[in-house]
C-alpha cells in the first residue's frame, strides 16, 4: 500500500503535524499533494492573514485581484513585501497643475477620471500601460466628480447635471438628468437602479436600452441635498452624507431611518458588509458604526492623521491615504492597532486610494503613484 492509496482526509490528518516547510516540500512530490496542500493549508493561512484584496475564493469580494490563480509561493511573497514594506514605486502621469484624479479598476483595467476627461488603461505585472486603451471627454470640459465601478459596468457623475456609463460591451455613453447648473455630487448605483445626490436633492433611475443606446429613467426623488451616497452590498440600504452628518436611506421610500452625527466633517464612507460601515473625518482618521446597535468605534488605527482616502479587503483589512502622504494598513480586528504604513517618495495628499494582492494605486494632486508588491 503507498501513501498516495489513503483519501484526501487522510492525508490532511497526516501532513497536519507538518510545519510550513515541510508543506512546500511535499507540494512538490506529486500533483494530488500540492493540490492538498494548496486547499487545506496554504489556503487557509492566506485567508488568514492581513492582506488588501488577497483571497482568491470570494470573487464577488474580490474581482480586482490580478492573478486569482496564483500559487501560494508568489501570494506569500506578495503578502511578505505588504507586511515588511517592501514595494516598487512608480509615479504615472505628473503634471504641475493641481486637480483630483479619481480612480477605479478591475483585474485587466485602471479607470481614471481627470477634470472632465474619462480614461482606461491595460493593467499588466508592472503597473499600466501609459498608452490609453479609451477615453472621451477633454480636460476644460465640465469636471467628472465620481466614478463608481460594479462588476464591469463603470458609473460617472459631472458636475453639469449628466451620468457617464462605461462598459466593453456598450462602450461609453453620456445623458443629461439634470439642469446644467445642478451639481451632482456623486453617484452608485445597484443592477439598474442608478441614484445620483446633488446640493438640493437626491434622485434615483432606472437604466434601460432605447433603440441601442443606454437611457436613464426618472422615477424618484427626495428633497434633501447630500454629499457623498452608497449602496450596502445588498441594495437594501444607502449612506449618504452631509457636512458632519451621516443618513441610513431606505431606498424603496425613500425615507431615512436612521441619522449619527459627528463632531467633525465627514470625509469618506464604505461599507464593509450589510450592517457596519467605516467612515473618515477631520483629524479622526477612522471610525466604524454597527447599525444594529448604533455602537461606534473610533479611531482603530495608528496616529491622529486625517484620512482622506481609504479601501477595503472585504475581510478585515483596510488601507487609508493621508494628508501627508502615508498610506496606513489597519487590522479591523484590533483596536488601535496597524500592520505597515508606507510612505510616498514625494509628501503629498492622498485623493484616492484603490488596491488588489499586488498593486496599490494613489492619486495625489500632481500625479497617480503605484506601489507595485509583485516584482
Given at each position: 500500500m503507498?501513501?498516495?492509496?489513503l483519501?484526501i482526509?487522510?492525508?490532511v490528518i497526516?501532513?497536519s503535524?507538518?510545519?510550513?516547510?515541510?508543506?512546500?516540500n511535499i507540494?512538490k512530490?506529486?500533483?494530488?499533494f500540492?493540490?492538498?496542500?494548496?486547499?487545506?493549508?496554504?489556503?487557509?493561512?492566506?485567508?488568514?492573514?492581513l492582506?488588501?484584496?488577497?483571497?482568491?475564493n470570494?470573487?464577488?469580494?474580490?474581482?480586482?485581484?490580478?492573478k486569482?490563480?496564483?500559487?501560494?509561493?508568489?501570494?506569500l511573497?506578495?503578502?511578505?513585501?505588504w507586511?515588511?514594506g517592501?514595494?516598487?514605486q512608480?509615479v504615472?502621469?505628473?503634471h504641475?497643475e493641481n486637480y483630483?484624479?479619481?480612480l477605479?479598476?478591475?483585474?485587466?483595467?485602471?479607470?481614471?477620471?481627470?477634470l472632465?476627461?474619462?480614461?482606461?488603461y491595460?493593467?499588466?505585472k508592472?503597473g499600466?500601460?501609459?498608452k490609453?486603451?479609451?477615453?472621451?471627454?477633454?480636460?476644460?470640459?465640465s469636471r467628472?466628480?465620481?466614478?463608481?465601478r460594479?462588476?464591469?459596468l463603470?458609473?460617472g457623475?459631472?458636475?453639469?447635471?449628466?451620468?457617464?456609463t462605461?462598459d466593453?460591451?456598450?462602450g461609453?455613453?453620456e445623458?443629461?438628468?439634470?439642469n446644467?447648473s445642478?451639481q451632482?455630487?456623486?453617484i452608485?448605483f445597484?443592477?439598474d437602479?442608478?441614484v445620483?445626490?446633488?446640493?438640493?436633492?437626491l434622485?434615483?433611475?432606472k437604466?434601460?436600452?432605447?433603440?441601442?443606446l443606454?437611457?436613464?429613467?426618472?422615477?424618484?426623488?427626495l428633497?434633501?441635498?447630500?454629499k457623498?451616497?452608497?449602496?450596502n452590498?445588498?441594495g437594501?440600504?444607502l449612506?449618504?452624507t452631509?457636512a458632519d452628518?451621516l443618513?441610513?436611506?431606505?431606498p424603496?421610500?425613500?425615507?431615512i431611518?436612521?441619522?449619527?452625527?459627528?463632531?467633525?466633517q465627514?470625509?469618506?464612507?464604505?461599507w464593509l458588509?450589510?450592517?457596519?460601515f467605516v467612515?473618515?473625518s477631520?483629524?479622526?482618521?477612522?471610525s466604524?458604526i454597527?447599525?444594529r446597535t448604533?455602537?461606534?468605534?473610533s479611531?482603530f488605527?495608528?496616529g491622529?492623521?486625517?484620512?482622506t482616502c481609504?479601501?477595503?479587503?472585504g475581510?478585515y483589512?483596510?488601507?487609508?491615504?493621508?494628508l501627508?502622504g502615508?498610506?496606513?494598513l489597519?487590522?479591523?480586528?484590533?483596536?488601535r492597532?496597524?500592520?505597515?504604513?508606507?510612505?510616498?517618495?514625494?509628501?503629498?495628499?492622498?485623493r484616492?486610494i484603490?488596491?488588489?494582492?499586488?498593486?496599490?494605486y494613489?492619486s495625489?494632486?500632481?500625479?497617480?503613484?503605484l506601489?507595485?508588491?509583485d516584482?
Amino acid at each position: 500500500m503507498f501513501i498516495t492509496d489513503l483519501n484526501i482526509d487522510e492525508l490532511v490528518i497526516i501532513f497536519s503535524y507538518c510545519n510550513e516547510i515541510d508543506h512546500k516540500n511535499i507540494s512538490k512530490v506529486c500533483s494530488l499533494f500540492e493540490k492538498i496542500i494548496e486547499e487545506h493549508f496554504f489556503e487557509r493561512k492566506c485567508r488568514d492573514s492581513l492582506m488588501v484584496t488577497h483571497m482568491k475564493n470570494h470573487y464577488e469580494l474580490f474581482e480586482r485581484t490580478f492573478k486569482g490563480d496564483m500559487k501560494y509561493a508568489d501570494r506569500l511573497k506578495i503578502y511578505q513585501n505588504w507586511m515588511y514594506g517592501t514595494c516598487q514605486q512608480i509615479v504615472f502621469f505628473q503634471h504641475r497643475e493641481n486637480y483630483e484624479t479619481i480612480l477605479e479598476m478591475n483585474y485587466n483595467y485602471l479607470y481614471t477620471s481627470s477634470l472632465g476627461k474619462f480614461n482606461v488603461y491595460k493593467r499588466n505585472k508592472n503597473g499600466i500601460e501609459t498608452k490609453q486603451f479609451f477615453s472621451n471627454g477633454s480636460d476644460n470640459t465640465s469636471r467628472i466628480s465620481s466614478l463608481k465601478r460594479r462588476g464591469n459596468l463603470i458609473a460617472g457623475c459631472k458636475m453639469n447635471g449628466s451620468i457617464l456609463t462605461y462598459d466593453s460591451d456598450n462602450g461609453y455613453n453620456e445623458e443629461q438628468v439634470k439642469n446644467s447648473s445642478e451639481q451632482l455630487n456623486d453617484i452608485d448605483f445597484i443592477n439598474d437602479t442608478f441614484v445620483t445626490v446633488s446640493r438640493s436633492d437626491l434622485s434615483f433611475y432606472k437604466l434601460s436600452s432605447e433603440l441601442g443606446l443606454q437611457t436613464f429613467d426618472f422615477c424618484k426623488n427626495l428633497n434633501i441635498g447630500f454629499k457623498s451616497i452608497n449602496f450596502n452590498p445588498s441594495g437594501e440600504r444607502l449612506l449618504t452624507t452631509k457636512a458632519d452628518s451621516l443618513h441610513i436611506l431606505d431606498p424603496t421610500i425613500p425615507t431615512i431611518t436612521h441619522s449619527y452625527l459627528n463632531r467633525t466633517q465627514v470625509f469618506n464612507t464604505k461599507w464593509l458588509d450589510n450592517k457596519n460601515f467605516v467612515f473618515t473625518s477631520y483629524s479622526s482618521p477612522l471610525s466604524l458604526i454597527d447599525t444594529r446597535t448604533e455602537f461606534r468605534r473610533s479611531e482603530f488605527s495608528c496616529g491622529n492623521f486625517t484620512a482622506t482616502c481609504m479601501d477595503y479587503d472585504g475581510r478585515y483589512g483596510l488601507i487609508y491615504g493621508t494628508l501627508l502622504g502615508m498610506m496606513v494598513l489597519c487590522d479591523l480586528r484590533n483596536v488601535r492597532t496597524f500592520e505597515r504604513v508606507f510612505h510616498l517618495d514625494a509628501s503629498a495628499i492622498c485623493r484616492h486610494i484603490i488596491s488588489d494582492e499586488a498593486h496599490l494605486y494613489v492619486s495625489t494632486d500632481n500625479a497617480i503613484h503605484l506601489l507595485n508588491f509583485d516584482y
